[in-house]
């Protein structure tokens, strides 16, 4: 299939002649009809979000939301604020980020994907109620999974978890990339918190803007697999050793 190349102002024509109205394409890039009307106007190339337009007019639907526009220092630009608003400008959301349709919340459920060289992607479904039974098992599974990953290393093979957390409004988030030793000392020294908000924290720090308090995680993957150790003649194999 031959690559689209589209721009924004192409492809907001195209979804106009397809009968999408002004507001719903405002509405799902989650910005100001004004912006969609500046596109169309060809007052602005509306480049960041020519992936999420396309990806509308293909399929119907869209998955990633374009991000905000962020400042030398790395933090949010304010926009206008609506009219009749206390102030004439607000600081954003953070949009950005890969989005899932599926249902969020309900019941815990987990469930194990075989992969080639021994890689396993544990996917667990978690309550959104923070008192949630459901939760506290989710809890004791990241646990079970990690110790497990910790004692399946051996002197020339070292076990990774690279994580990711689903949140109840739908937003997938990549966290990190841990030793499994290493993520097994950090919850074994939690204190009062729990893994999921020891999760919660780290996703925090890496994304701006996002309010882990009010949005809970609803889902977490943990995928973990082999990788050769490279620093076997600096230092000897440590079970619960650092990263």
Sequence with gaps: MAEDKRNARELVQYLRGRGVTTAEIAGELQRDPRMVRKILNGETSGAAYT??????????RVTT?????RAKDGSLVPVRSKVGAESKSHV?????GRYTEERQGGRFA???????GGARAHTLHVPKGREAKGRTTA??????????????????TQKRVRLQLTYANGRVMEVNDYN????????NTLGDKNPLQWLAEQARERYANLDTDKTPITGVTMTVYNSERTDRSSRSYQPRGGE
């Design 51 to 60: 992936a999420t337009l396309r990806e509308l007019a293909t399929t119907g």
């Design 65 to 69: 939301r374009p991000p905000r526009r």
């Design 92 to 96: 954003p959301a953070d949009t950005g």
């Design 110 to 116: 987990t469930s194990t994907t075989y992969m080639g």
């Design 139 to 156: 809890e004791s599974e990241l646990m079970r999974i990690t110790r497990a990953a910790a004692r399946g290393q051996s002197k020339d």
């Design 180 to 187: 499994a030793s290493s993520l097994l000392n950090r919850f």
